[in-house]
């Protein structure tokens, strides 16, 4: 298979930044090398997870092309307010040194179009030239991506290889049944953390772009360890990993909201991360009492942790 890169755990990185909303690259690429160091295939930079709408272009190139410099294996999110700029990312990506690309549907004008996402994708495809490159499905952006549009794509575009799916079980199994299964150059990328059982063991998925792992690595590590050992037909790992995901469901379940990012960088701080603590606008906070839930859903995450049998292979 030659879509590697995509094979493992991927943290969608956040954006750490000043009190000012400054993005801090520095900070960046000690989470980028922190997480390879800890077992990461690779990092994501900039999707959702990175507030890419919050950010200019320079800004996420910037970020991009300190990852590579500083040897982060890193996947490149192409969301952007129009193909042409989503098609410079993927270019910028490929002259840089990145590994691979994260693409997303054309947003805010004909998004529900398939001949213009047809042509969206076919440009920022191009664009990336033979960088590998995975689709970032979501219903969430109004537009789903179907086998027959993918394999249309591929027929012009070698390096599309494989899907990240963000929706929820009934679309992974969508995948898995009409485009990723029984084809070995082809990939399925869980996409939310909350599917990832269902994606690794009853889907086939070889991968995972998560949001709790920045903060989490070692545990969601151990999570997907499981999952690969169960849908090898262990089934003692089986029940390890259905209560590993009992455990996190609360923590795992903010990638699905809209407060995923700063839910995500309050555990990064809770974790000891202090770089966390700011947001790219200022009033973007939680309120108290949905910090305090979260602080209490952590400590009770954490005390579980450290008396499970299962933490350690």
């Known amino acids: 298979m030659q879509n590697s890169v995509f ?6 990185l956040m954006t ?4 000012e909303g400054i993005p801090d690259h520095k900070a960046l690429v000690e989470t980028g090398r922190g997480l390879i160091e800890a077992g990461m295939r690779a990092v994501v930079y900039c999707g959702s997870m990175g507030d890419w709408p919050l950010l200019t272009d320079k800004q996420r190139q910037v970020g991009v092309q300190a990852l590579v410099d500083a040897g982060v294996p890193t996947v490149v999110g192409t969301g952007a307010q129009n193909t042409r700029e989503a098609a410079a990312h993927a270019a910028h990506a490929k002259q ?3 590994d ?3 693409v997303i549907p054309r947003l805010l004008s004909r998004g529900t179009s398939p001949s213009a996402q047809r042509n969206h994708f076919a440009a920022v495809l191009s664009a990336g030239d033979d960088l ?6 979501s219903p969430y952006y109004g537009y789903e991506t179907k086998a027959d549009l993918f394999f249309e794509l591929r027929k012009e575009h070698e390096n599309l290889v494989g899907f990240k799916e ?3 079980a009934d679309s992974l199994t969508y995948a898995a049944e009409h485009i990723t299964t029984g084809n070995p150059d082809l990939i399925l990328m869980v996409g939310v953390d909350t599917q990832v059982y269902h994606g690794f063991v009853n889907c086939g998925a070889k991968g995972a772009i998560t949001g709790v792992g920045n903060a989490l690595p070692r545990e969601t590590l151990r999570y997907a360890e499981l999952c690969e050992q169960a849908a090898a037909g262990d ?11 009992d455990a996190l469901k609360v923590l795992s379940t903010y990638d699905e909201g809209p407060d995923l990012v700063l839910y995500y960088k309050a555990l990064m701080v809770l974790e000891g991360n202090s770089a966390y603590q ?5 009033s973007d906070q939680l309120s108290s009492g949905q910090f305090a839930f979260l602080k209490e859903q952590w400590q009770q995450f954490r005390n579980w942790w450290s008396s499970w049998p299962g933490a350690e292979a």
Do not use: T
């Open 7 to 12: 094979q493992g755990i991927i943290p969608a």
């Open 16 to 19: 750490p930044c000043s009190a």
């Open 96 to 98: 840089c040194g990145a």
């Open 100 to 102: 691979g690309l994260m």
């Open 132 to 137: 590998p490159a995975v689709i970032y499905n």
């Open 166 to 168: 963000f929706g929820g």
């Open 235 to 245: 089934p003692e790992s089986g029940v390890l990993a259905r209560q590993l995901s």
């Open 278 to 282: 700011h947001q790219i606008n200022a």
